[in-house]
Structures are given as C-alpha cells and as structure tokens.
C-alpha cells in the first residue's frame, strides 16, 4: 500500500495520528496555568463528536433503505445490524461521561471559566442527530438566526441542520414502512383487527369473572379493581376508533397513525412467524435506541448536577434543570414503549388462517 507517495502507507500516517494529537489546546495550558482535567475534558467530548460522526453516517444508510417503496428482507437484514452497532456505540458513549466523572467538581472550576459560553448545546453533529431520529421541538432550532445558537454556526453548519430538520426523519420512514404493512386484512376475509377486538373482549371478560370470582377479595377491592378493568377497556377504545386515536396524536399523547400502529402490534404480537423476527428485532432496536439515548441524557444531567450543582451551564442554560426537562420531550419512539399496554397473552391471539401463515412476508413494503 502507498498513501499516493514514495513512502509506505503506516497506521499513523492512515489515521492521521500525529495531526489528531495535536487537535487538543487546553485553555488553561494557553493562560499558563495548566489545568491537569482540561485535557480529559477535551478528549472526551471530541469522541463524542467522532461517535455522532458514525451513528449519523449509520443512520443515513438505514434512512435510505426506508425511504425506498419496498423494503426486502436483505435490506432488512442490513438495517438491523446498523441499529445494533448504533446501540454498542451509545454504551461507549455513556460509559465515556462516566471516565469523565472521574474528574471532581473542584478539578472542573479550575477551568471552566475559560471554557465559556462554549456548551455541549452548541453541538451541531447532536443536534442533527436529534432531528435524523425524529426529536420533535416545539420550534426550529434555526427559526431565529440571531439567537446566541444560530450565532455560533458557520454557513455549512447552517446548511447542514437545514438539510436534516427539512428531511424526513427515521421516524417518519419508519411509520410509512408500517403503514405499507399487508396480510392485516385478506382476500379470504381474515381481519385482524377484528379477531384481536374479540380475543380483546373475551380477556377482559375473563378478567371480570376471576375478580368476582375470587374468594378471597373483598367487595370493595372487587369494585376497585373491577374498575382498572374499565379503565384498560377505555384505554384500548383508542385503538379501535380512529377519530379517538388522532386526538390523542392532536394531544402529544400519541405520535403513530393508526395504521402504522396497528402493524406494529401485529409485529409484536406475532413475532414469532420466520418472516417477522427481522421486523420485531428492528423495532426493538429502535426502542433500544430510544431508551440508550435517555439514559444518556440521564447520565449526562446526573454528571452536569454534580459538576455544577444548580448553577447556569456555560453556555447560559438552566444546567442540570434544563438537561432533566429534555429527557421526557425527547422520547422519539414512545408509541413502540406503549405497545406493551396492549399485548394478550399468547393463548388468547387470535388463530392466523393457514393461507396468511403460508404468504406472510413483506416484500410489499
């Protein structure tokens, strides 16, 4: 191998190492009082940025193989290993706030003056990361340019959040994949949703009669739990009305259509038919996702309160107040947490027609 010269190709010519080493300026080193922490600080959060380079790099490929019309099971295959090695990075990336929690809040003082008003908001690989995945805000973050944010971009940064926020994020892929899912109804006249409404019925009836049933319950525990039984039956109305269910979308409280989560469920529900494993393990994936990045916001406010206490971040924020008030908001797949409400036993599944067991696949998506 040569690099394009007389001399060999080396690792540290490939990597560029002596040129990444040298991509660390601690402002303490430049005021010539040295702060040892600094250089940890540095470090870490450049991985960071070299991690999000990865993660962005692997969900443009799993967004373009769901922006195309018909998703094959290879592709499928493809999508589900790149979600999976996104999950391995988000480990990484939380145990890496942990090694910088190996510095102690009286090390950070010694230069975090210095360090202002630079933040870890001003990120702009996260923030992209933020809308590929689908993080809905209440406003776009470049609505206004003269924002101390937006003042911070440069041109192509600009131009890359734009390009990110005004393209359809992986959610939104992922709800039309849904959304194209056949074999919820047949030619033969099978209707899923109609055997699951009836196999709904009869759990919840079967759940009456074991409450009153019971010897050993009390009137007043029959009534109250009598009552969560109406309340799940309420709950589930939702599902089995559409003008019910897009209200709850109207309300923040849901974010899938109808469609896309009634094939969801059927994912969920009947995972173990050969042709759905891929489907259920991405769906999984995407919940791992969700979960990963909240537990690393969780993490990194936990390390920001301990760091800071309640004092402002550096770059003007609430600090620990406002990373704690993100993690709620920024849930991308609640909907596919909540599938869990309405999972049934497998006894109680209604029976698939052997036609639809012979024929299910997705090459119709």
């Not at 303490?28 to 040892?36: C, L």
């Not at 540095?42 to 373009?64: D, G, M, P, R, T």
């Not at 769906?283 to 996702?289: G, Q, R």
Request: glycine letters at 4%; aromatic letters at 10%; proline letters at 4%.
């Amino acid at each position: 191998m040569s690099s394009g010269s007389n001399k060999p190709l080396s690792y540290g010519s490939y990597l560029r190492v002596p040129e990444l080493l040298n991509l660390q300026s601690p402002k303490s080193a430049e005021q010539g009082r040295e702060a040892h922490d600094e250089l940890l600080f540095i470090i870490v959060h450049q991985a960071h940025e070299l991690w999000f380079k990865q993660i962005l790099h692997e969900f443009k490929s799993v967004c373009a193989i769901f922006g195309e019309t018909k998703v094959d099971e290879k592709r499928m295959g493809t999508a589900v290993a790149r979600l999976t090695r996104i999950t391995e990075i988000q480990k990484v990336l939380t145990d890496h706030l942990r090694i910088l929690e190996t510095m102690t809040p009286l090390d950070f003082l010694e230069f975090r003056d210095l360090v202002s008003p630079a933040s870890g908001f001003q990120s702009v690989q996260f923030r992209i990361l933020e809308s590929v995945l689908g993080v809905k805000r209440e406003h776009p973050l470049l609505a206004n340019r003269n924002s101390p944010f937006a003042k911070t971009l440069s041109p192509q940064e600009i131009a890359d959040m734009e390009h990110a926020e005004n393209s359809p994020s992986l959610f939104a892929l992922v709800e039309k994949w849904l959304e194209r899912t056949p074999f919820i109804e047949t030619k033969d006249g099978f209707s899923f949703w109609q055997e699951y409404q009836q196999s709904l019925r009869n759990h919840l009836t079967r759940d009456r009669r074991f409450i009153n049933e019971h010897p050993l319950l009390t009137d007043d525990e029959k009534t109250r739990q009598l009552g969560e039984v109406e309340k799940t039956e309420t709950y589930f109305k939702a599902l089995f009305e559409e003008s019910l269910h897009n209200d709850l979308v109207s309300q923040g409280i849901r974010r899938l259509s109808l469609k896309a989560t009634h094939a969801a469920l059927f994912i969920n529900l009947y995972r173990e038919e050969p042709i759905l494993h891929l489907p259920f393990k991405m769906l999984t994936l995407l919940v791992d996702i969700d979960e990963l990045l909240q537990q690393w916001r969780a993490q990194h406010a936990i390390m920001v309160h301990r760091m800071i206490g309640i004092r402002v971040g550096t770059g003007g924020s609430l600090g620990y107040a406002y990373l704690r008030s993100t993690l709620d908001k920024s849930k991308v797949f609640a909907d596919l947490f909540n599938l869990s409400t309405f999972l049934l036993p497998r006894s109680s599944l209604p029976v698939l027609p052997e036609s639809l067991k012979r024929t299910l696949g997705f090459a119709a998506q």
